[in-house]
């Protein structure tokens, strides 16, 4: 049989558009090497956020005295922890595959490797078999960078997420080399259970691509619960667990390298003429790349690594290809992004570093000078998250912020950014707002649930 899609790779961008395609009465065929789920469900975003959330019930129960609560003997089993893990994964990976069994869709377990492309079929190998597809659709994902640091190959105390992932015990003490989006999680998950906690970021600041001033917040908060934090500290070497950085030799019993991601390209060699940027596949903004019938979405095109950018990127590319109308295009001026750490941050549209750094290139030293400044473009509106009764009553001790940045002459909402719990669960409002181009007007007129944190949108108006 000729596929009309092939698709390789089964994490957010692949099942994604395996359902929808095939849904449509499209003959698909998905092809995994492991689980189906890919990084995220596996060993990304849902097994750590199943065992962040069993650190915070540990974090919350030895710290409940603020709100006159008092218990003894609190402990945790970190195995159970791991073994809810995996048992939240198994269930949701099950989902998966119940969404993808409606007669249209077939899953293939294995490597897949293309062998051969014209305008009209791509030819897949995986296992003895060979598949033919009208159309292919490349979501391989990415996978932990490995940096040329002398003695981090081969070296038993180093890991990546992955392994800390499935590590049954906790390590003694902890390096984190890298204070991103995972190193940051981790450093609060390790925190939260007792685990003395180093972390080595080589730019000036932790989480370098978010509102700065949202991540003081974070910072001062950990550095004052004990986790040492450097900044501008360039590894040099690893022994063993040993990190020697800036001179200065720290040590740990594991060292956990997070440092980003690189596209997986293994299996499209046969592909010569794909075109890419900086190792991530180049694609346009339906996810077509440069090769007629061949597509790319999720980590591999090195746009934005989130798993909710994945599968809307994939949804804009069945559009595309089932030709609906009208076609639809991906708002990347909208996406949302959460870190969670505790208190977690989350986030929506342009920074206000961002928009100083658009206005600065668009109008140039001079234009500035002209209209009497960077800030006559933008205006910021800034509030802790206690004007909400809510955040009040569950948070005691915490301030939290959330800054709006506003379009000057519009009045549109730019962006927000946030810091306090629980700003995940209401970051998508704002995005909403953004998405929307509301203006401040308007977002005035929507009515929000009282007494919730999600009111400190309508307090900053
Ligand atoms: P990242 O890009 O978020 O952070 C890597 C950090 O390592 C940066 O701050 C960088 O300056 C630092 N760094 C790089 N080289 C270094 C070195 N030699 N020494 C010290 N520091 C160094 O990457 P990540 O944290 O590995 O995450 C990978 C991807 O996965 C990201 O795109 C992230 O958005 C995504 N992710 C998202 C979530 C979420 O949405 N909650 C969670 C985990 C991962």
């Known amino acids: 049989m000729k596929y009309f899609l092939a698709i390789i790779g089964g994490g957010p961008a692949g099942y994604t558009a395996a359902e929808k395609a095939s849904k449509a009465g499209k003959e698909v065929v998905l092809f995994e090497q492991n689980a189906v789920g890919g990084t995220c469900l596996n060993v990304g975003c849902i097994p750590t956020k199943s065992l962040l959330y069993g650190a915070k019930q540990y974090y919350n129960a030895t710290h409940a005295q603020k709100y006159g609560v008092t218990a003894e003997h609190v402990a945790f089993d970190f195995a159970a922890m791991q073994k809810r893990k995996t048992i939240v994964v198994r269930k949701l990976v099950a989902g998966i595959k119940q969404r993808l069994n409606n007669g249209h869709s077939t899953l293939v377990s294995g490597f897949a490797k293309i062998v051969s492309r014209t305008d009209e079929t791509v030819t897949i190998q995986c296992g003895e078999q060979t598949y033919e597809a009208e159309n292919l659709l490349i979501c391989t994902g990415s996978t932990n960078f490995v940096p040329p640091i002398p003695g981090i190959q081969n070296n038993p105390a180093v890991w990546d997420s992955t392994d800390a992932l499935a590590a049954t015990e906790l390590p003694q003490s902890i390096i984190i080399v890298g204070g991103g989006v995972i190193g940051m999680e981790f450093a609060t998950l390790y925190h939260e259970l007792g685990v003395p906690v180093t972390v080595i970021e080589a730019m000036p600041t932790i989480l370098p691509n978010l509102d700065q001033e949202v991540v003081q917040v974070l910072l001062d908060k950990y550095r004052k619960a004990g986790i040492n934090i450097l900044t501008s500290t360039k590894v040099e070497a690893i022994n063993g667990g040993q990190v020697t950085a800036n001179g200065t030799v720290y040590e740990a019993e594991r060292i956990l390298v997070s440092v980003?991601?690189?596209?997986?390209?293994?299996?499209?060699?046969?592909?010569?003429?794909?075109?890419?940027?900086?190792?991530?596949?180049?694609?346009?903004?339906?996810?077509?790349?440069?090769?007629?019938?061949?597509?790319?979405?999720?980590?591999?095109?090195?746009?934005?690594?989130?798993?909710?950018?994945?599968?809307?990127?994939?949804?804009?590319?069945?559009?595309?290809?089932?030709?609906?109308?009208?076609?639809q295009r991906?708002?990347?001026?909208?996406?949302?992004?959460?870190?969670?750490?505790?208190?977690?941050?989350?986030?929506?549209?342009?920074?206000?570093?961002?928009?100083?750094?658009?206005?600065?290139?668009?109008?140039?030293?001079?234009?500035?000078?002209?209209?009497?400044?960077?800030?006559?473009?933008?205006?910021?509106?800034?509030?802790?998250?206690?004007?909400?009764?809510?955040?009040?009553?569950?948070?005691?001790?915490?301030?939290?912020?959330?800054?709006?940045?506003?379009?000057?002459?519009?009045?549109?909402?730019?962006?927000?950014?946030?810091?306090?719990?629980?700003?995940?669960?209401?970051?998508?409002?704002?995005?909403?707002?953004?998405?929307?181009?509301?203006?401040?007007?308007?977002?005035?007129?929507?009515?929000?649930?009282?007494?919730?944190?999600?009111?400190?949108?309508?307090?900053?108006?």
């Open 260 to 327: 980003g991601r690189r596209a997986n390209l293994q299996g499209l060699e046969a592909l010569n003429d794909l075109e890419l940027n900086r190792g991530a596949i180049i694609v346009d903004e339906f996810m077509k790349t440069n090769l007629p019938n061949v597509y790319a979405a999720g980590d591999v095109t090195g746009k934005v690594m989130l798993a909710h950018v994945a599968a809307r990127q994939a949804e804009v590319m069945v559009g595309r290809l089932l030709k609906q109308i009208p076609l």
């Open 330 to 461: 991906i708002a990347y001026n909208a996406i949302p992004s959460v870190v969670y750490t505790n208190p977690e941050i989350a986030t929506v549209g342009l920074t206000e570093q961002q928009v100083r750094d658009f206005y600065t290139e668009m109008e140039g030293e001079a234009g500035l000078a002209k209209a009497g400044g960077v800030e006559t473009f933008y205006e910021v509106r800034k509030l802790p998250m206690t004007f909400s009764g809510r955040f009040m009553a569950e948070n005691e001790g915490e301030t939290g912020l959330c800054k709006m940045i506003i379009d000057a002459k519009k009045q549109t909402i730019l962006g927000v950014h946030c810091i306090g719990n629980p700003c995940s669960e209401f970051i998508a409002a704002a995005s909403f707002a953004v998405r929307n181009g509301y203006t401040l007007a308007e977002l005035q007129q929507v009515v929000f649930p009282h007494p919730t944190v999600s009111e400190i949108l309508h307090e900053m108006i």
